[in-house]
């Protein structure tokens, strides 16, 4: 059993000990009871293990904001970086998928007859907004294996490695969004009140491509067969949501399989805030944003049970 420092061997050595404030904190807590350390009136740090399922410290994440920003704008960098085209692969690409999805779905199978307002468009706000949550989700869900080798040298909320990868398509979604506004302006769709509510569904895509992405880098760590699971599972989810096509296509007794998505409330209300599309029923809305809120909760407390042992499984 390690003896304790008298209390007065402590007060004649702490002057000319030439250790930092911090250390001598340290060594205090380590040999002294709790109800003596006060004399000193010394900053201290007291460490104790949580159990049980709890939610993540958010109050320390935020703490290590700056680390958050330095991660975001060095993956931000690695994207572009060494790029002939650059940002340009953000517009190209929903720009070509919009195209082809026109020609195929709008012309050959006929879904443009079935729609009030201009297919190109309709298919572009579609996609602008699903290539952000398909993004986000896909980065987040590989964040923690993809930077395992800064998990054991330096510690920090690793709760911050989702939320930084969840974070960087935005920055596509801003570019995808101007080219999305520029075609409104040509085939001529009006300035109206509604538009003012597209950020509270961008935000519920923000938050479910989160939810799913902290569930999927928690299993990630454990079962390497997530990196390929999220592929197949983000291509089967799009032909569910409803982004190439109308909900008013799907026959209603069909129509809760789709309530059962997440995105199916978010598409809806985004169209219907931009373009001006039938406004999605209370019910999608209140399952997509009680799914995503379960998801959420569930995921942060999974995460915090399992971070642990990430540095030793990884």
Known sequence: MTAKIPLELIIRILPNSGKTQSSISVAILTHMPASQIEQFKLPHTRISPVSGWSLPDLGEVFRYRDLFFVLTQRQISL???????????????????????????????????????????????GLVLWNLFASSLSGASDSVVAQSHILTKVYFPRLILPLSAATVPVVDFVIQFAVLVCMMVIYGFPLNVTQLCFPLFLGGVMLTSLAGGIWLTALHVRFRDVKQIVPFFLQMLLYLTPVIYSTSLVPEQWQWLLRLNPMFGMIEGFRWSLLGTPPPEWISLASSLGLTTLLLITGLVFFRRTEASFADIV
């Open 79 to 125: 994207i572009y970086r060494q790029s002939v085209l650059g940002v340009g692969w953000a517009i190209l690409r929903p720009v070509v998928t919009t195209f082809v999805f026109w020609l195929i779905f709008g012309k050959f199978a006929g879904l443009e007859n079935s729609q009030d307002t201009s297919y190109p468009v309709f298919l572009l706000a």
